[in-house]
């Protein structure tokens, strides 16, 4: 079946390490993106990509990094510059509409 | 910039009641999609409806209608006799384009609880 995965579905952090939520998609979409949730909150843009090897910032990258080496895949690294990491990461491409992950939910200890 | 506004935080219904969620937006763009999300508990987004900025024609599906009105910019969405399974939160989002790629903006979700 055609879908985006996203794994893990629960990963937990010690605070100060760098950690990477992957994403692979097996819908032949260019554009792919990584969105974060926050409880009681809409999901904010931090990165997306077009293109195989091309990404842009979106509205929080800060702390963030991402890769796009294979178009079936785009791994975000949650840094440990990122000051308040715990919260929902989506995973999402679009075709004709925006098609999202199951998505991780990242807890820092 | 876009703006997505969902200034209902949380509606409470008994089953088998209408209810209406509302959405309203700001864009400069004259080409613009609108969609509508639902949000399970299990967390993952399930898409409802995509519209076009030049399709102001409502749309109904089932128990799910939309109303679409560019003179006050907004999206509503009805969801007629409700059911416990319609329980999820509700997001509304609009897509600019930006460059080559599309970006999606979220309101902050309308949290519905349907009881028996």
């Known amino acids: 079946d055609g879908g985006i995965t996203q794994s893990p579905k629960y990963l937990f952090r010690k605070e100060g390490q760098n950690v990477t939520l992957s994403c692979e998609q097996n819908?032949?979409?260019?554009?792919m993106y990584w969105y974060r949730q926050d409880p009681g909150q809409g999901l904010r843009l931090i990165y997306y990509?077009?293109?195989?090897?091309?990404?842009q910032k979106g509205d929080i990258a800060e702390g963030y990094s991402v890769s796009r080496e294979k178009k079936e895949s785009f791994p975000l690294t949650v840094t440990s510059a990122q000051k308040n990491p715990t919260a929902f990461y989506l995973c999402?491409?679009?075709?004709?509409?925006?098609?999202f992950g199951p998505g991780t939910r990242l807890t820092v200890l | 910039a876009q703006k997505v506004t969902q200034a209902q935080t949380e509606i409470s219904v008994v089953e088998k009641e209408d209810v209406t969620l509302d959405c309203v937006y700001e864009?400069?763009?004259?080409?613009?999609?609108l969609f509508w999300y639902k949000q399970p508990p299990s967390g993952e987004l399930v898409f409802l409806i995509r519209r076009n900025s030049f399709d102001e024609q409502n749309e109904i599906s089932g128990r799910y209608s939309w109303n679409f009105q560019k003179s006050t910019s907004s999206f509503n969405f009805t969801i007629t006799a409700s059911q416990v399974v319609d329980s999820a939160v509700y997001f509304c989002?609009?897509?600019?384009?930006?460059?080559?790629?599309?970006?999606?903006?979220f309101g902050t979700g309308t949290r519905l609880q349907v009881t028996l």
């Open positions: 819908l032949n979409h260019d554009a």
């Open positions: 999402a491409t679009l075709g004709s509409e925006q098609f």
């Open positions: 990509s077009q293109i195989v090897n091309d990404f």
């Open positions: 989002a609009l897509s600019a384009h930006t460059g080559t790629a599309s970006k999606l903006t």
């Open positions: 864009t400069r763009d004259t080409t613009y999609y």
